[in-house]
Every structure is written in C-alpha cells, then in structure tokens.
C-alpha cells in the first residue's frame, strides 16, 4: 500500500529540486533566482516529514539557497566593475543629468533636487 503523504511530499521534494535547478541555471538573470530559489527552499522545507527530509528535499533546499547567493554575488560583482569604470560614472552621470534636465524644461517634473 502507497503512503499518500509520501507521495505528496515526494512530490513537492521532486518541484523543489526542478525549481531549485532552474535557479541555480538562470542565476543570471534578473527574477529566476529569487523566485525559483525562493519557492525551491519553501517547498523544500514544506515536503519535510516528522522523520526529517529526503536526500532530495535537502539538496533543493541547499540549491535553491545558493541560486540566490550566485545571483547577489553577480550583481554586487557588477555594480563594483562599474563603478570602479570612471568613465562609465560620467557618462550616467551625464545621461541622468540629460534626462532630469528634459523633464524639468517639459514642465512634468517638479524640480525639487538639484543634481549639479
């Protein structure tokens, strides 16, 4: 006879680690990580039984974690090259000095900050 909560917890293990995979592959997009990782570690908790979880409910879980993990250490890394780039500084600097001076001559933006 088939235990339908092992089953169902088998089930959600099995959605954890598909979602934690996804994660740890897209972590270079902009959502992927958060939200597969995210749901990976919860439905990596939730298929936890009294006994404890599966081999494969851990793994989504640790997964799911370092898919996020991957993804903030790949913005914090590219926003550091960035901004070491002097150059590139000038030039935002410049094209949100253009922007804010576009609004504020359209007469849309109140004109509140002062970005010289």
Known sequence: MID???VKTD???TAALILAIL???GFIF???PFVF???AVALGLLS???EGMTLKAKIAVIMGALS???FV???VSAVRFLMSNPEFVYQFRDTFQEIYNELENSGSFSGRYDFT
């Open 4 to 6: 339908n909560k092992a």
């Open 11 to 13: 089930g959600l293990a």
């Open 23 to 25: 994660g740890a592959l």
């Open 30 to 32: 902009v959502f992927p």
């Open 37 to 39: 990782g995210a749901t």
């Open 48 to 50: 936890g039984t009294r």
């Open 68 to 70: 996020m993990v991957m």
């Open 73 to 75: 250490v790949c913005v």
